[in-house]
T-cell receptor, first 111, second 114 residues
Framework: EAGVTQFPSHSVIEKGQTVTLRCDPI?????LYWYRRVMGKEIKFLLH????????ESGMPNNRFLAERTGGTYSTLKVQPAELEDSGVYFC?????????FGPGTRLTVL | AQSVTQPDIHITVSEGASLELRCNYS??????LFWYVQSPGQGLQLLLK??????LVQGIKGFEAEFKRSQSSFNLRKPSVHWSDAAEYFC????????????FGKGTKLSVIP
């Protein structure tokens, strides 16, 4: 069974540009989560989808971040426009219930 | 405020030595508890979890953790460390009751001396 996949693995962009991160969850997992780890800080929750609906987006830092999960399968996280403080590793996880399975993460660098 | 504390940022042990990584949480009720590991270039892998029942839980790769309610702790242990255990370890909690987001500690980086 394939695990959670994320694309790209790395992204380097300039401040003000737009970046879209993609997450493909484990097939059949209704729950999909996004997390972020900024350098030197803890991994922090961004939001939670149940199928295509946003269950909890309390961790989204501001309105420059937009997450979607069309059709309840893969999800995208768009940052527009990117700022320097958005640099970090973005993790996606999926689950059937409590136990979450993580992808390898996307390392985003904003210059 | 609700929080997870991993007091050790970096630990170095010799191969074959025992290991204990500390984790304390600050919540009103007992949350679901997890330990994850991230090896270089890899994603987060679940080592073990505690939901209820026996307070000593066994995980993968020879790790175990003990939940101590009185101390609000969930420390991770391994009796004999292998060089391949060098990685970053994260303690995390879930409050449950419909909110399954993980709250993480800052992580402990483990270095292993041959």
């Amino acid at each position: 069974e394939a695990g959670v996949t994320q694309f790209p693995s790395h992204s380097v962009i300039e401040k003000g540009q737009t970046v879209t991160l993609r997450c493909d969850p484990i097939s059949g997992h209704d729950n999909l989560y996004w997390y972020r780890r900024v350098m030197g800080k803890e991994i922090k929750f961004l939001l939670h989808f149940v199928k295509e609906s946003k269950q909890d987006e309390s961790g989204m830092p501001n309105n420059r971040f937009l997450a979607e999960r069309t059709g309840g399968t893969y999800s995208t996280l768009k940052v527009q426009p990117a700022e320097l403080e958005d640099s970090g590793v973005y993790f996606c996880a999926s689950s059937l219930s409590v136990e979450q399975f993580f992808g390898p993460g996307t390392r985003l660098t904003v210059l | 405020a609700q929080s997870v504390t991993q007091p050790d940022i970096h630990i170095t042990v010799s191969e074959g030595a025992s290991l204990e990584l500390r984790c304390n949480y600050s919540y009103g009720a007992t949350p679901y508890l997890f330990w994850y590991v991230q090896s270089p270039g890899q994603g987060l892998q679940l080592l073990l979890k505690y939901f209820s029942g026996d307070t000593l839980v066994q995980g993968i790769k020879g790790f175990e953790a003990e939940f101590k309610r009185s101390q609000s702790s969930f420390n991770l242990r391994k009796p004999s460390v292998h060089w391949s255990d060098a990685a970053e370890y994260f303690c995390a909690v879930v409050l449950g009751a419909g909110s399954y987001q993980l709250t993480f500690g800052k992580g402990t980086k483990l270095s292993v001396i041959p």
